[in-house]
Antibody
C-alpha cells in the first residue's frame, strides 16, 4: 500500500536550517507530482511547495520563497525540503503529499518542526 | 486569511445531514477542480472528494461534493460521531501572478 514517511523534523533556533525527507513506497514515485504542506499548532493547512514528477516545475508559497527549496530523487523514491533562515512562524507539522487527479490523494503522518531559541 | 472561505464550525445530530461551504473566486474555484479533506483529531488529512464531486475508493457515498460557479459544497449524510473532524477545501489559485495551491480555513464538524 502507499506509504509516505517524513523525517528530519526537530528543534532549531531562529535563523537555522533543517532538511526534511519523505520516503515513498507502494506506488511509482517518479510518475507523481509531490508537495509539502504544513500545519501550525492549532491552525489550518498551509500549502508550502510543489514539484513536478521530473522536478522541472516547482512552485512555492510566498511565505517560504527564497528560503525553502524542494527537490526529489526519483531513484531513491524520496522528496526533500531544505529549509533555511527559519523563523518562529515556520513552526508546524510538515506533511508530504502526493498530487494526482487534481488533489492530494496520499499524505504522510507528518514531522514536527519547532523554531525557537 | 485564506482566499477560500469556509464556516469555522457546523454541527448536527447523529443521522442528520450537514453541508459545508467553500467560497472563492474566478481565480481559484471558478476555473479549477475542488477537493475536500477530512482531518480527524491528531491525524493527517485524508482525501474525501476530488475533481469537485468524485470519491476515492473506500470513501462512503454518505460524502458528496458539488461545485457551482465560484463556490463548492461538501455534503455529509447519515452523520456519525466518527465524522467529527476538521474539513478543508482546496484548489489552485492564480490571482497573484503565480500559481499557488490554497486551502480553506477549515470547518470543525461537531456531531451533537
Amino acid at each position: 500500500q502507499v506509504q509516505l514517511v517524513e523525517s528530519g523534523g526537530g528543534l532549531v533556533k531562529p535563523g537555522g536550517s533543517l532538511r526534511l525527507s519523505c520516503a515513498a513506497s507502494g506506488f511509482t514515485f517518479s510518475d507523481y507530482y509531490m508537495s509539502w504542506i504544513r500545519q501550525a499548532p492549532g491552525k489550518g493547512l498551509e500549502w508550502v511547495s510543489y514539484i513536478s514528477s521530473s522536478g522541472s516545475t516547482i512552485y512555492y508559497a510566498d511565505s517560504v520563497k527564497g528560503r525553502f527549496t524542494i527537490s526529489r530523487d526519483n531513484a531513491k523514491n524520496s522528496l526533500y525540503l531544505q529549509m533555511n533562515s527559519l523563523r518562529a512562524e515556520d513552526t508546524a507539522v510538515y506533511y508530504c503529499a502526493s498530487w494526482r487527479r487534481g488533489s492530494y490523494d496520499y499524505w504522510g503522518q507528518g514531522t514536527l518542526v519547532t523554531v525557537s531559541s | 486569511q485564506s482566499v477560500l472561505t469556509q464556516p469555522p464550525s457546523v454541527s448536527a445530530a447523529p443521522g442528520q445531514k450537514v453541508t459545508i461551504s467553500c467560497s472563492g473566486s474566478s481565480s481559484n474555484i471558478g476555473n479549477n477542480y475542488v477537493s475536500w479533506y477530512q482531518q480527524l483529531p491528531g491525524t493527517a488529512p485524508k482525501l474525501l472528494i476530488y475533481e469537485n464531486n468524485k470519491r476515492p475508493s473506500g470513501i462512503p457515498d454518505r460524502f458528496s461534493g458539488s461545485k457551482s460557479g465560484t463556490s463548492a459544497t461538501l455534503g455529509i449524510t447519515g452523520l456519525q460521531t466518527g465524522d467529527e473532524a476538521d474539513y478543508y477545501c482546496g484548489t489552485w489559485d492564480s490571482s497573484l501572478s503565480a500559481l499557488n495551491w490554497v486551502f480553506g480555513g477549515g470547518t470543525k464538524l461537531t456531531v451533537l
